[in-house]
């Protein structure tokens, strides 16, 4: 395998696992408090998660993908395959939280902190939804990509 493939394998294996694990802690660790919160404490708390986070979460995906085509283009064989579907995995992460996650974020964002927008705790239960079934698929993807890797040795 060529540097770029090495390269690739790096970028796509670091970042793709700080974004599975940030989208894991989230998982495990804020959607079970968000749930016991009052409304109101869940808009100040959900508010302030995503300042700190929101903004990381693309650039590591992306980050994992670019590593992802770099890696999958310089591979053969089961390889290839197994980046290519661990990229797949990433698109969909990204193409869902634009979809679905980001308008919800976008309606806390707006308001003034602690002040929860029209109909949170419907957005509450759909954000958390569909946070889970985003874990399930970060998870699938980092499997993916370490796969490619193992494959590749």
């Known amino acids: 395998m ?39 404490e869940y808009a100040t708390d959900f508010r302030r998660t995503l300042k700190h986070v929101d903004p990381m979460m693309p650039i590591f995906v992306s980050l994992s993908g670019l590593g992802a085509v ?14 290519w579907l661990g990229l ?11 979809l679905f ?12 902190e602690g002040t929860p927008p029209e109909g949170a705790e419907g957005l509450r239960t759909f954000w958390r939804r569909f946070h889970f079934a985003r874990t399930g ?3 699938v993807a980092l499997i993916f990509l370490i796969a490619a890797v193992i494959a590749a040795v």
Do not use: Y
């Not at 797949?88 to 634009?98: E, K, N, R, T």
């Open 88 to 98: 797949l995995c990433l698109a969909v992460i990204m193409i869902g939280s634009i």
């Open 70 to 83: 770099l890696f999958s283009t310089q591979s053969s064989g089961s390889s290839r395959l197994f980046g």
């Open 101 to 112: 996650g980001e308008p919800i974020n976008s309606k806390f964002r707006r308001l003034a």
């Open 2 to 40: 060529s540097n770029l493939g090495h390269a690739g394998a790096m970028l796509m294996l670091l970042f793709g696992g700080l974004a599975t694990g940030g989208i894991w802690v989230i998982a495990v660790d804020r959607l079970a408090v968000w749930n016991r919160m009052s409304v109101v």
């Open 137 to 139: 698929v970060a998870v």
